[in-house]
């Protein structure tokens, strides 16, 4: 017998699930013997045909939705043209990005064996020094391993013979050396950089405000600052919400959104930019539209 | 895909590499439909999608010169949709922005210490009314469970239904046993199907 009838989900001998899944995508072809047996029993099977059926209901349903929105195209497009961006295949290009990025490699290893020489040279005796940090409080005592090294510079011939004797001792340290050294406090590890974004052509953002008629009011003194004005869409003066347009450059829009954000309106859309992630974001210089919904929020 | 498809994308990058710029709007019209779908079966976010399918195709513009053809264009436009998408999937997860608030739940921050709720009176046109329209309420629904459906059940779907990915190539692509992909559309489907009450 075919092991997806053996398999038996909820009726009686009725193919499992999966097996019903890959029925509806594949079918039964001749020399299928598995499918073959499949197909007759969703012929006899009132529920697994429903199942079937249902499945492919769901299939036509998923590709309905999952039409990409009008005017995709041309969105791509504008942003592709607004991100300023020449194709960056001009070898002279590549050659200067590639020396830039060794460049930065070399500086980056520069600045942190700096760093490591300052710190071998910050003891009076020249000692390295490994904390384990016990308390997260300032000048809290830690258990701190001394091994006797040669201060830096030192010809490696003068290194001793035998291994260093290692000292354990118990002193005061002081919390802001401990976090100096490159240990978090808290013990966490320091974030990854976070990756940098485009701003799309257009962003629409949902704000809240207890005040409309206010909240409209810091708006347009803010974009003024911002050298711009927002173009308010004619509403009901009983609705309660205001919607307006305005457009800012990407980096202005971050600032704009920060200084909203600051001054206690509340941002309820999720899309970049985000009050505060200006390092999360490519400023280009582009201008973007900016779709505001001011919202009254209710009692 | 088949070999003319094929052929013609290499002829559009060869254009476009000599200048022709018309060249790249064709491939853009030709797939950005595509790079979307691929970003929304990862993210289950339209929004981020379109961010998404944006910066595929802006990285494109700028790599394209250097393309050499060793993959087919479809292939290298999957992988550099489905790299920024994942990497957008991630931020989106340290930053917790995937988060579904209820509009009646209380707002952050209400500051009048009583503990009452607070109701966000939503404008009405929030949907434009041409897209309104398209979306009967069945399809709503799919759409809210799509969303919510577990990111590997999802991804695997949307290529399937969406994409017409074969089993083989959908697990060549998330570099899965052809089983999980199996598993995953049969699951995918199944979870669908109870949560709509199918």
């Known amino acids: 017998m075919v092991n997806a009838m053996i398999t038996n989900s909820y009726e009686h001998s009725c193919p499992a ?125 830690v258990e701190t391993t001394l091994a006797e090294k040669p201060v830096a510079g030192e010809a490696v011939a003068a290194l001793p013979e035998t291994r260093p004797s290692r000292l354990r001792a118990a002193g005061a340290v002081n919390g802001n050396d401990v976090q100096a050294v490159g240990i978090d406090r808290n013990g966490a590890r320091p974030a990854a950089p976070a990756a940098q974004h485009y701003l799309p052509a257009t962003v629409r953002h949902v704000w809240t405000t207890a005040d409309l008629q206010q909240g409209r009011r810091l708006l347009d003194r803010l974009a003024q600052d911002g050298n711009g004005a927002i173009v308010w869409a004619e509403s009901d003066s009983q609705a309660g919400s205001l919607t307006g347009k305005i457009q800012l450059a990407d980096g202005k829009l971050q600032a704009f959104v920060d200084s909203l954000h600051g001054r206690g309106l509340q941002l309820v859309s999720p899309s970049l930019p985000q009050p505060g992630t200006g390092a999360k974001v490519k400023f280009t210089g582009q201008a973007v539209t900016y779709d505001l919904v001011l919202v009254r929020t209710g009692q | 895909m088949s070999k003319t498809a094929m052929n013609d994308d290499r002829a559009l990058v060869e254009r476009f590499k000599q200048g022709d710029e018309a060249a790249f709007e064709i491939l853009v019209g030709k797939y950005s439909g595509r790079a979307y779908q691929i970003a929304y079966g990862v993210l289950g976010s339209r929004e981020d999608a379109e961010e998404v399918a944006q910066d595929v195709f802006i990285r494109i513009h700028r790599a394209l010169p250097r393309f050499r053809g060793e993959a087919e264009f479809t292939t290298w436009m999957y992988r550099i949709t489905m790299n920024l998408a994942k990497n957008k999937y991630r931020w989106n997860k340290i930053r917790g922005s995937k988060v579904n608030i209820s509009i009646d739940a209380p ?60 089993y083989e190539d959908i697990a060549s692509t998330l570099d899965c046993k052809l089983g999980t992909i199996k598993s995953r559309i049969a699951r995918g489907r199944e979870e669908l199907r109870k949560r709509l009450g199918l």
């Open chain 2, 107 to 166: 707002l952050e921050g209400s500051g009048d210490g009583s503990g009452e709720e607070r109701k966000i009176d939503l404008p009405d046109g929030r949907m434009a009314p041409d897209a309104k329209s398209v979306f009967t309420e069945l399809e709503q629904n799919v759409r809210d469970e799509l969303d919510n459906l577990p990111d590997i059940y999802r991804e695997a779907l949307v290529m399937r239904n969406v994409e017409e990915m074969s």
């Open chain 1, 17 to 141: 699930p999966e097996h019903l899944s890959v029925f509806c995508d594949c079918g039964a072809t001749e020399g299928d013997l598995e499918m073959t047996a499949i197909a007759r029993h969703v012929d006899a099977c009132d529920v697994c045909r429903r199942t079937v059926e249902a499945y492919r209901q769901l299939d036509r349903l998923v590709v309905a939705v999952c039409r990409p929105p009008a005017g995709l195209e041309k969105r791509i497009l504008a942003a592709v043209k607004a991100s300023g961006q020449e194709p960056a295949d001009r070898p002279w290009r590549l050659r200067a990005f590639r020396v830039v990025q060794a460049a930065a490699v070399v500086a980056v290893l520069a600045l942190a064996a700096a760093v490591v020489m300052r710190y071998a040279h910050s003891g009076s005796t020249g000692a390295d020094v490994t904390l384990a940090q016990q308390n997260q409080d300032a000048g809290t005592a």
